[in-house]
């Protein structure tokens, strides 16, 4: 079996119902099992539903997480969950950082630091979401994403913890927009990301593109991404099989069984 080249991940948000998060990842579930990208091991799959499901959704898809975790390890918080009660249901990921969480509830670069340290410390990964708000240069979106990659991580250098990070860039313009961001201007980004997280010993890093992507995306910046981050466009299962089918593509692998879907937006 092959190593894992890409990393693909899903968030349902607050989209789904418990019911329907669990069909839904039946589905996904039954289309891994077929698709050549997944067998081989080209593809790793994760997802992150709404925590109600994440102790089911562990017995179906075994790379699921959480799309949030307190800073705290315990205590009189009402409503948090830990980082060590995600680890004991069964997580394996934890979105940190994510631009609504910092636009809606207030979250900044402390809090984000204290959540990634707290996910790294019980031996998840943290699904860090970085980007830039306005549309600039390359250039200027790689500085602004370092700087928050720096400030994710200034806790957990601190306190020497090392582990897996998926780097999860999504600019926020083009979350939830039409199209993603063109193909020349993520590789700009992301391929010079990559080299710069590589530098880092502590870490185990990935790049991931997120921000409407869908089919035929991957197969433009696939040498220089390590997966994508999927949004709406993967609510229905079987339009994974578009993104798995240029998994196939870039790799070589057959997706003969797996006929691609029509594209929609994150």
Known sequence: MAATRYLIGMSTKMYFSHARTLQWCRDVAELSRRHPAVTTGTVELFVLPGFLSITEVAKIIPSVGA???SWAEEGPYTGEVSAAQLAEVGARFVEVGHAERRRLFGEDDAIVA????AVLRHGL??????GETDRGTPRQALGVC???????????????LRGRVVIAYEPVWAIGAAEPA???????????????????TNIAGAVI???SAGPGLLRQIGEHVDGLFLGRFAHDARAISGILDDVS???????????????SSR
């Open 67 to 69: 799309q949030d975790v």
């Open 114 to 117: 204290a959540k990634t340290a």
């Open 125 to 130: 990964a943290p699904v860090l979401c970085v």
């Open 146 to 160: 370092q700087a928050q990659i720096d400030a994710a991580l200034a806790t957990a250098r601190q306190h020497s």
């Open 182 to 200: 063109a193909a020349g201007y993520i590789t700009e980004v992301c391929g010079p990301l990559r080299t710069w997280l590589a530098q880092d």
């Open 209 to 211: 593109y997120g921000g």
């Open 249 to 263: 593509f870039l790799t070589g692998t057959d997706p003969a069984d797996s006929p691609r879907r029509p594209r």
